[in-house]
């Protein structure tokens, strides 16, 4: 029995290494070069090449190397065994920091005094208004980052598909929640699960219900984005002001996940004076953890028990 690891474009010896030091008896094979594809009972997956786990005949269980399993479930040839996701509790707090950064960046108005820095500008100005930050997603990360949010000071509202309780939170779920909260909000937080209801949901309409003093920030997933309307609610046209009746809808946007990774160099939003670019840093997997973890689920699959932090593939999370 062996495991695999399917997890293109990223460096692995350190995963490879850890590994090898808690499962020292069985292999390790590394996608594409894979020397005994019988062997291979258990994968580790990130962003794999769609169709590249059927070649697996006695595959029983996939674990995401992250918390997401989108680009995993989004595979139309996924073997139908069991997947688990990595639930990182350091990885909740580095994104609710992220956050919590990003928003008194914007509110303390720190892009104006850099600027001002650069032509030797010695003018103060004050904090910007507006407590209140919308979270879209109170999973694991939206829960931790509303918490953290509560603690700074802020006031928080929260939507997610079903209703949650967080204390001192508002939370919403349907429709109506929904607007409530993105209408609301002075800051706007994205950390929903990419899934077929959720997949290009920050669009135009949405854009057009928000204040125009708001702030958009994305660390779920690019797709949740669309990228067209977002460049047009930031600095419209005079084509799309005029169909818009309005001449801006939001303030800014922070951004650290986009539908293609690297960002193309040619892309609109390199060029925005109202946007803010990460590379994907809010939350990076702690290999330390996701190790523990794998293995863990590693032995329960091999003794044919139930994995730990299993998802449901029809809500996709």
Not at 262 to 282: A, G
Request: contains cysteine.
């Amino acid at each position: 029995m062996s495991i695999l690891i399917n997890i293109p474009g990223r460096p692995l010896d350190k995963l490879i290494t850890r590994l090898k030091q808690d499962i020292p008896e069985h292999e390790i094979e590394v996608w594409p070069n894979v020397n005994n594809p019988d062997a291979v009972e258990f994968a580790l997956v990130w962003k794999h090449q769609h169709g590249s786990l059927n070649a697996y005949k006695n595959l029983k269980a996939i674990s995401s190397f992250g918390a997401g399993v989108d680009s995993i479930i989004s595979d139309p040839d996924l073997p139908n065994v069991p997947i688990a996701r990595i639930v990182d509790p350091d990885l909740a707090i580095n994104m609710a920091q992220y956050v919590l950064t990003m928003v008194q960046h914007h509110k303390l108005r720190l892009n104006q005094f850099n600027q001002q820095q650069k032509e030797c500008i010695w003018k103060p100005k004050s904090a910007r208004k507006g407590n209140n930050v919308g979270i879209l997603g109170l999973g694991q990360l939206g829960a931790k980052t509303a918490k953290v949010l509560l603690s700074a000071g802020f006031d928080v509202s929260g939507w997610s598909r079903s209703l949650k309780k967080i204390n001192n939170v508002n939370c919403y779920a349907g429709d109506n929640g929904f607007n409530t909260v993105v209408s609301e909000a002075d800051y706007l937080v994205c950390l929903l699960p990419l899934t077929d209801k959720t997949e290009n949901i920050l669009n135009a309409a949405v854009f057009s219900k928000m204040k125009s003093t708001a702030v958009l920030i994305n660390v779920a997933r690019g797709e949740h984005v669309v990228d067209e309307d977002l460049i047009a609610a930031l600095a419209p046209t005079k084509e799309q002001a005029h169909h818009l009746q309005t001449q801006q809808q939001i303030d800014f946007a922070y951004l650290d996940v986009f539908r293609q990774e690297p960002l193309p160099e040619q892309h609109p939003f390199w060029q925005s004076d109202k946007i803010q670019i990460t590379p994907h840093i809010s939350a990076v997997t702690n290999v330390e953890t996701a190790v523990s973890q794998i293995v863990e689920n590693y032995f329960l699959q091999k003794k044919g028990l139930e994995l730990k932090n299993l998802i449901d593939r029809r809500s996709a999370y």
